[in-house]
């Protein structure tokens, strides 16, 4: 069903390539340090899919299949809990993963002109959709949680408060 | 559930009700139904689709009846202004994406959304000039199609598989009026209770392949019956249509099966359609078999068995009704009898969530009944008597080539009861009987519960249920001959003999049967 | 203080104390400025004797819903037979709300030593402690913290020699708003979908895991501290108008004022005085057309309305609408209100769980009558339709943001209904493309 679903627009059939273990060696010890720390291996599945995004910058129906492997859940019971939050990619995004507050406190204040000038600066276009040279995919988010700041952005996972439309050029030449 | 009982009222009637019995179920006693989607009398309740909120006064707002529990001196109000306007206002909203295409929806006619807008709901949508919601329709198993166009995310599917089934493979996926019912790409619906979501989804948007758009709902004809399937005996309905089954579905019986039944005894009816019957009685002339009426048949059973000395052998199809099986038995009451019942062997798939119920190995319904009534279980042997035997009688039982050979040799006498021509030239009488599908009867389940199944299509031809043809016999010919002429009188013959089932008759088995563990007031007396 | 703004008089500067100075972020740091004395002192104490003192100090909880604190920590089970839990509530995400984020980006063990004081008080020697995952920032400044303070013995196997064992766990959340609600919070934390859980069971009785539970908001665990430090008496005193509502509170303040930013004012400060004395008003030439003060899930004042407010848990109620998360939002006379309803409409529509019928449906079905009259394609049967809506959407489900959804649009058609009437009159440009 993907495609007919709101969520992030422009992307094709996800790649079809072999998985690669995520959850080896160190990335292994992680997670069973994670397990003594909650009764329930369940318990372990927002951080075990964070550790799958950190590797592979999204998360694959094949990263699904393991991750439900080594919790001892099922695929689609990962799957529901996976789409259920808007901060996991379902699908390839760019090198740099920009998110746009543009709720009410930060819309008052200009939030959807930043969002242009980053649609524009970044040559991604329309949000959601890949920037041609691979490097950027912008999103528009709800609240980011830095009201008196507007316009927050995250950038990967760099917080970047009161960005103007003037900024954003500043901005994107220092991801490469 | 507690034996401690609270007094509610509920819409102006009072009741005394166990404590912790929620709201939903009692207004069941006081014979009011509160609408409702996702609960489910046999999942656990999230309360989610709120329609089923009631008033209860002093309560600051609407409650879920579905999670609120009685409580002493409640009082609730069903059908009050306020409890209705909240269940036009769910009603007009799981209406807003739905494509209202029940002319082509399967589930039209007994469609829980179509019944309740009707009963409640407002004449109009005011959802004009958007456009709905569209997703196309996802294959998800074997036999099961998601149209989530139709979906109102009630999750009882989900709830299903999750808690019930213990095999998570559905879920809710996205959130929002975005979300649907998912799957994983490399799961597939295909768990062998996986079915039951088909009945479970109140509106049209889990379908069967098996009866996609074979019947309208309201053109079918629903009996009450016992799964042929295993010895669990979940019951069933057996859904026709102009006499032809085209669909079997869970009837409720929270002793056997609460409210599900197998995908292989959902499939298993096939059989019952068959148009190669055996519809006239067919006896012996020479070199071929000839049709005959049946009071020419019973004359010649008759004088055939009294002209039996010797042992006999009855093979019984595990199929065989306890009436039939009991009857034919009597009839050969005075020779010596070896009776087996065939009992086909197939993998045993539980249902996790419900202790006590699986698609059992043994694929004979009434191996219990079988077995009370001193049929022991074909394991082959009983072809080994056929060969010393004065009188062989298959009641229906499949025979395999092997089988076939040993009757072919068979020195005794060949009498064959059967639903589909059989291989056996040397038969001295071929006669036709009816499937369970055709009669009235009853099966004994593992546990020993006894319960009845009913006639759900018309039988073919000349056809008639075993025990009718054993019990004509066992009366004789003659006008004052009385002869069992219904399922339940030859029942009451058993208990003569077989004192299990004295002092019982068909209509104290109800719906639902009942364990033959109880002894029945008066029996040992008997004998 | 008014990070990032100097502290104005007209606060009280309690929590906030230190926001902007990174010194504070650190162990050593915090222990100058007279941390962990709390902890210390607390684990010398008596359980009840804890949860005592925070129910005569009066403190309620931050998150929104204003349950006295130490109330609900006396719901816990006396005997401790079975785990208990903590859970802090660090999903900051109810637009307009930015204060847990500097509590935890300037305060960390302020934090840390109030959810450490609160798991003994509960019985808990676990504490989770959720935080959104957008705050990345956070999220390393806290994880830092909880290495030190267990480094240093604040938390661990043996706090403070005490023989206490109190273990901090840091959950990372990954966008969903509704995990703010502290059913769902649960449920996620579980590594489940984040729908609300329904009650009973309250969380209390089963909560995280079926054991008993308590949820507290951030800036209710980090007052904690100064609460055992300097006594209930002082925190109840702090109070300018109810008296059931004490202590300090932050109030962050964006949108069309000269100084926006988080604020700590005594419980009851007149309104005005923090739009107008500490935030500076609204931009030159310009004035305030409205405020949503607890975030925007509560109703939408007029400048009157917010004018005449005093701020605590009353004051706000008295005057239509609600302190919630205190997350004050300022819109001055260029604000298309009908735009900025639709926005957080929108907003509701994006985070509903999907669960409850009227939340699933009915957010989207609003947001999208919004559209149309933006679009210039309202009509007056709209009203009643988003009434209507909004009315099925209220008091109908498991948690309250369906009814968040109904509040912004209940009170602005009530309040400036005008502005719809100029859309659909076509008295006004459309702001948005045809739906």
Not at chain 3, 181 to 197: C, D, F, I, K, V
Not at chain 3, 294 to 309: C, D, F, K, N, R
Request: hydrophobic residues 40%; proline residues 7%; contains cysteine.
């Amino acid at each position: 069903m993907s495609g007919s679903h709101g969520g992030t627009a422009g992307h094709g059939t996800a790649p079809a390539e072999e998985h690669i273990p995520v959850f080896t060696g160190p990335t292994r010890a992680r997670l069973e340090q994670l397990f003594t720390k909650y009764p329930t291996r369940q318990a372990c599945l927002l951080p075990a899919l964070w550790m799958v995004q950190e590797a592979r910058g999204w998360i694959s129906e094949q990263a699904i299949g393991e991750v439900a492997d080594v919790l001892e859940l099922t695929p689609a019971y990962v799957k529901g809990v996976v789409t259920f939050y808007t901060m996991y990619h379902t699908h390839p995004v760019g090198r740099h993963f920009v998110q746009v507050c543009t709720t009410s406190p930060c819309n008052i204040c200009g939030a959807e002109d930043v969002v242009k000038a980053l649609l524009q600066e970044t040559g991604c276009g329309e949000l959601g959709a890949t920037s041609p040279d691979g490097r950027f995919t912008v999103i528009e988010v709800e609240c980011l949680g830095a009201c008196g700041f507007p316009t927050p952005i995250l950038v990967d996972d760099d917080f970047i408060e009161n960005v103007t439309p003037e900024k954003v050029r500043g901005i994107v030449q220092r991801y490469q | 559930m507690s034996d401690e009982l609270v007094n509610v009222t509920i819409d102006g009637m009072q009741l005394a009700v166990p404590k912790g019995t929620p709201i939903i179920e009692a207004a069941k006693q006081a014979g009011l139904l509160v609408p409702h989607y996702c609960y489910h009398p046999s999942l656990p309740s999230p309360a989610v689709c709120r329609m089923c909120l009631v008033e209860v006064e002093k309560a600051p707002k609407l409650m879920p009846a579905c999670v609120t529990t009685v409580a002493e001196g409640q009082v609730v109000h069903v059908n009050s202004p306020s409890a209705k306007k909240a269940r036009e206002g769910v009603l007009e909203l799981l209406l807003i994406n739905h494509p209202l295409d029940c002319p082509i929806c399967d589930q039209s006619g007994e469609c829980e959304l179509q019944d309740y807008t009707f009963q409640e709901g407002r004449p109009a949508t005011r959802y004009q000039e958007f456009a709905k919601r569209y997703n196309p329709v996802e294959d998800f198993g074997p036999d099961v199609l998601y149209v989530p166009n139709r979906c109102i995310l009630c999750t009882r599917c989900v709830r299903f598989m999750e808690d019930v089934a213990d095999t998570p493979v559905l879920n809710v996926s996205e959130r929002g009026d975005r979300a649907y019912i998912g799957i994983a790409e490399q799961q597939r619906l295909d768990h062998p209770w996986a079915g039951n979501v088909v009945d479970l989804c109140p509106v049209g948007s889990l379908l069967s392949k098996d009866f996609l758009h074979k019947a309208r709902a309201w053109d079918l004809d629903k009996t009450a019956s016992v799964c042929p399937g295993c010895t669990q005996g979940c019951n069933i309905n057996i859904d026709t249509r102009d006499d032809v089954v085209v669909r079997i579905r869970p009837r409720p019986n929270l002793e056997v099966n609460r409210h599900f039944i197998c995908d292989y005894g959902r499939m298993n009816y096939r059989w019952m359609n068959r148009g190669d019957r055996v519809e006239a009685p067919l006896v012996r002339d020479g070199g071929r078999h000839v049709a005959t009426d049946w009071d020419t048949a019973l004359d010649r059973i008759g004088q055939a068995i009294r002209g039996v000395s010797g042992s006999a052998v009855i093979l019984a199809s595990g199929r065989t009704s306890t009436e039939s099986l009991g009857l034919v038995r009597l009839m050969l009451d005075g020779l010596e009898v070896t009776a087996a019942v065939q009992v086909p062997l197939g993998d045993e798939a539980p249902l996790a969530g419900i202790p006590g119920l699986a698609l059992r190995r043994e694929r004979a319904p009434n191996l219990a009944g079988a077995e009370l009534l001193g049929y022991g279980v074909d394991g082959g042997e009983t072809w080994r008597e056929v060969s010393s035997a004065g009188l062989v009688i298959v009641l229906d039982a499949e025979l395999g080539p092997e089988e076939e050979a040993a009757l072919a040799a068979a020195p005794g006498l060949v009498i064959v009861l059967a639903t589909l021509m059989p291989e056996a030239r040397n038969a001295e009488m071929i006669l036709p009987i009816t499937t369970m599908a055709e009669e009235n009867g009853t099966y004994v389940n593992r546990d020993r519960r006894i319960q009845r199944f009913q006639q759900a299509k018309a039988q073919p031809g000349m056809a008639r249920p075993a025990w009718w043809i054993a019990g004509e016999v066992l009366a004789g010919p003659g006008p004052d001959a009385s002869a069992p002429s219904t399922a339940a009188e030859a029942f009451a013959l058993l208990g003569e003999r077989w004192p299990l089932f004295a002092g019982i008759t068909h209509g104290d088995l109800g719906y639902t049967g009942r364990l033959l563990t109880q002894a029945p007031a008066g029996v040992g007396s008997a004998r | 203080m008014g990070y990032p703004h100097p502290s104005h008089p007209k606060e009280t500067v309690v929590l906030s104390k230190h926001f902007g100075d990174p010194e504070a972020r650190t162990y050593a740091g915090w222990v100058r400025h007279g941390g962990y004395e709390a902890l210390r002192k607390a684990v010398g104490m008596s359980r009840e004797a804890i949860v005592e003192e925070v129910k005569a100090s009066g403190l309620r909880g931050r998150g929104g819903a204003g349950f006295p604190t130490g109330l609900k920590w006396s719901f816990m089970p006396k005997d401790v037979v079975r785990p208990h839990y903590l859970v802090c509530n660090a999903d900051e995400s109810e637009p307009g709300t930015f204060k847990d984020r500097e509590i935890m980006r300037w305060t960390p063990h302020a934090l840390i030593e109030g959810c450490a004081i609160a798991a003994y008080a509960i019985g808990a020697e676990r504490c989770y402690v959720y935080i959104r995952g957008e705050f990345t920032e956070p999220w390393k400044v806290m994880n830092a913290a909880v290495e030190e303070a267990v480094a240093a013995g604040a938390l661990g196997d043996d706090v403070f020699g005490s023989g206490k064992r109190i273990e901090i766990v840091l959950h990372r959340g990954a966008g969903a708003y509704i995990c703010g609600e502290e059913t769902a919070m649960m449920n996620s934390l579980e590594g489940r979908r984040g729908n609300p859980r329904i009650k009973p069971p309250y969380p209390a009785v089963a909560g995280l895991f079926g054991m008993p539970t308590t949820i507290n908001n951030v800036e209710t665990l980090a007052a904690v501290p100064h609460i055992l430090n300097r006594g209930a008496a002082w925190y109840k005193a702090l109070c300018l108008g109810n008296p059931k509502s004490t202590g300090t509170k932050l109030v962050s303040v964006c949108g069309h004022v000269q100084r926006p930013g988080n604020y700590e004012v005594t419980m009851g400060t007149p309104m005005r005085d923090i739009l107008y004395d500490m935030c500076g008003g609204p931009p030159a030439g310009r004035t305030i057309k409205a405020v949503i003060p607890g975030g925007s899930s509560v109703p939408i004042m007029t400048l009157e309305e917010a004018e005449s407010a005093l701020f605590d848990y009353e004051g706000v109620v008295e005057k239509g609408s609600m302190l919630g998360s205190a997350g004050m939002i300022v819109m001055d006379d260029r604000t298309d209100m009908v735009y900025q309803i639709w926005r957080l409409a929108r907003f509701y529509a994006h985070e509903s769980c999907a669960q409850c019928t009227q939340c699933r449906e009915g957010t989207a079905w609003t947001t999208r009558v919004l559209e149309r009259i933006l679009a210039g394609k309202g009509k007056q049967e709209d009203f009643q339709l988003l009434l209507d809506l909004s009315e099925n959407m209220t008091g109908k489900t498991i948690c309250v943001l369906s009814d968040s959804c109904a509040a912004p649009v209940v009170s602005g058609i009530q309040k400036f209904r005008s502005e719809f009437e100029a859309y659909i009159a076509g008295a006004r440009e459309p702001s948005l493309a045809a739906v």
